[in-house]
C-alpha cells in the first residue's frame, strides 16, 4: 500500500505561480512512474506531467513552458512548480503513482482567478 500525501494548492490570480508537492507514505522505486492529473468540474480527469525512470518527463500541450515536474527519488517525492498560471487550469490535482497498481492522492484544489 502507498498513501500520497498532497499539498500546495490555493488560490492564485492569473500569472502567477504555484507549487504543489506530494510525498508517498514508504519508497517508491525510481523506476516507477510519479505525476500529476488533473480534473475539473464536468470533464474527465486528465495527465499533466508524468516523470519516469530515469527522470523522462511526459506534459499536457497547453502546459508545457509554464509547468516544470521534478522528483526526489530519496524521498519518494514528487513536485509541480506552475508558473503563468491560467484560469484554465483551475482543477482538483491529484498526485500518481504506480506500483504494482496505481496509486492516487486525496487531490489539491487549484483556483486560479483574479
Known amino acids: 500500500q502507498v498513501r500520497l500525501v498532497e499539498s500546495g494548492g490555493g488560490l492564485v490570480q492569473p500569472g502567477g505561480s504555484l507549487r504543489l508537492s506530494c510525498a508517498a507514505s514508504r519508497s517508491i522505486s525510481s523506476k516507477n512512474p510519479m505525476g500529476w492529473y488533473r480534473q475539473a468540474p464536468g470533464k474527465q480527469r486528465e495527465m499533466v506531467a508524468v516523470i519516469t525512470n530515469g527522470g523522462s518527463t511526459n506534459y499536457e500541450d497547453s502546459v508545457k513552458g509554464r509547468f516544470t515536474i521534478s522528483r526526489d527519488n530519496a524521498k519518494s517525492t514528487v513536485i509541480l512548480q506552475m508558473n503563468s498560471l491560467k484560469p484554465e487550469d483551475t482543477a482538483v490535482y491529484y498526485c500518481?503513482?504506480?506500483?504494482?497498481?496505481?496509486?492516487w492522492g486525496q487531490g489539491t484544489q487549484v483556483t486560479v482567478s483574479s
Open positions: 500518481y503513482t504506480w506500483s504494482s497498481r496505481a496509486y
